[in-house]
């Protein structure tokens, strides 16, 4: 999208534009110059270190080289909410943030915080997205999100030669699923690395264990909390994650060591040097990690399978997402718009997606951007799913219970693995926890 005085079909006008197809036709020529943003600094913020940092500053840069903006990421840690909120109040706001919850999001916007997105965001979202990604970024019928980058987080990592030397296929219910980590154990190496120092890996694993045991309808109930966490199908579920956490065998270092494992630490225990497990759960993302930092070949020495079904259940499949927001307080408002409407076009997407680790929800990116067979089946997977997905519970919820690091439910789950022997206990809490931050 270029700048140009006339309307596209399906879309509205566009007043500072990048070549790129973001109501999924041709690109748009130029009318205004190769750099319309040239002398301009753009400043986005989100939560990405590492190797998702340094593949986000591709996509940046791509931005940079079409409109001449200058950009700068600023990391904000898990804690995006506060650190956002503190920005704005010194006066010092970023232009676009990438959000990761819903729940940030809804406050966000509540806030006053948010712009709604252009009408040419709008009409890419219309064209490029299924309805569900649109549902996640609008409050009050009113579009403020983008989702740029998805997450497939029912998927368990292995090493092939891990599970081959211990004699173990991939299994297909939980239970076999525990069995086989105790056959691998039994080989000598620990069956999974945890990522418990970071609260969300946990969140996420309580959310496939519910979405497959308890269903579909009564995960909509809780994530809006319209059911307790006392229910009894959230102890149940708390009890069948407690099987994997009070087994010491199975997790590298035992739950000590897990809470002092952050997820890039999980990836490495598995996919590092020096194996210390043979699986870690975690989000396609981490394809990323094993390629960037340790050489992994995805599809050969780095396999997944589908997170297992749970007490006879359907095999879950719960996604993620990071959606980009314009912030009113920001000093660059044509900047951000602008990268907002180059988010929503295949062409941003293709960025990341040659450098891994990433998953797009634009369906009108080609699935050959993906540069192996592993991750392009997950995208497909992902994109085919359509509206049937169910979104991360801890991420519809308010950010001071599902999304702040020492508090709500990152910290009593992370309680919960320290000491799993009381589910209802624990189920107690998170119902507190909960109450509290949904009334506010």
């Not at 197809?21 to 600094?41: I, N, R």
């Not at 299924?130 to 980058?149: E, H, I, Q």
């Not at 996420?204 to 109930?221: C, H």
């Not at 408002?333 to 602008?338: D, L, T, V």
Request: proline letters at 4%; charged letters at 20%.
């Amino acid at each position: 999208m270029m700048r140009r005085t006339t309307v596209l079909t399906g879309c509205t006008a566009l007043v500072l534009a990048l070549t790129a197809t973001a109501c999924g036709g041709d690109d748009v020529s130029a009318g205004g110059g190769d750099k319309p943003l040239g002398g301009q600094t753009l400043t986005v913020a989100g939560v990405w270190t590492g190797s998702e940092q340094k593949n986000f500053q591709k996509v940046l840069d791509a931005f940079a080289e079409k409109t001449g903006a200058k950009t700068q990421f600023v990391s904000t840690g898990d804690n995006v909410s506060t650190v956002v909120g503190s920005k704005i109040e010194g006066g010092n706001a970023p232009d676009v943030v990438m959000v990761p919850q819903v729940g940030v999001l809804q406050q966000f916007a509540k806030s006053g915080w948010l712009k709604p997105l252009s009408s040419t965001a709008q009409s890419a979202v219309a064209a490029n997205f299924a309805p569900v990604w649109k549902n996640y970024g609008s409050v009050d019928g009113r579009l403020y999100g983008l989702y740029f980058k998805a997450a497939h987080k029912s998927t368990v990592w292995y090493s092939p030669d891990a599970l081959t030397q211990a004699g173990v296929a991939q299994p297909s219910t939980f239970a076999e699923m525990l069995e086989a980590g105790r056959t691998v154990a039994d080989s000598g190496l620990a069956a999974f690395s945890v990522a418990g120092q970071d609260g969300w890996t946990l969140t996420d694993w309580f959310e496939n264990v519910y979405l497959s045991q308890a269903g579909p309808e009564k995960y909509d109930a809780l994530a809006a909390h319209e059911l307790k966490w006392t229910d009894p199908s959230v102890v149940k579920a708390l009890t069948t994650l407690g099987e994997l956490f009070k087994d010491k065998q199975l997790i590298a270092g035992g739950r000590k060591g897990a809470l002092n494992t952050d997820f890039p630490g999980s990836v490495e225990k598995v996919f590092g040097p020096e194996a210390e497990a043979a699986m870690v759960y975690e989000g396609d993302f981490v394809a990323g990690v094993a390629k960037d930092q340790f050489g992994r070949k995805i599809g050969e020495d780095a396999k997944f399978y589908p997170f297992p079904a749970v007490d006879g259940g359907t095999a879950p499949v719960v996604s993620g997402g990071d959606a980009a927001v314009v912030l009113k307080d920001g000093k660059n408002a044509a900047a951000a718009m602008a990268f907002v409407e180059y988010l929503a076009t295949p062409e941003a997407a293709a960025v990341w997606a040659e450098a891994g680790g990433f998953l797009s929800p634009n369906k009108k990116l080609d699935a050959n951007a993906y540069t192996d067979v592993t991750t392009r089946a997950t995208a497909k997977s992902l994109v085919a799913a359509g509206d049937s997905v169910r979104f991360d519970m801890s991420d519809q919820a308010p950010a001071a219970f599902g999304g702040t690091k020492g508090a709500g439910e990152w910290k009593i789950l992370q309680d919960f693995l320290r000491d799993p022997s009381n589910p209802q206990k624990t189920a107690s809490a998170l119902e507190a926890a909960a109450a509290k931050a949904y009334k506010g």
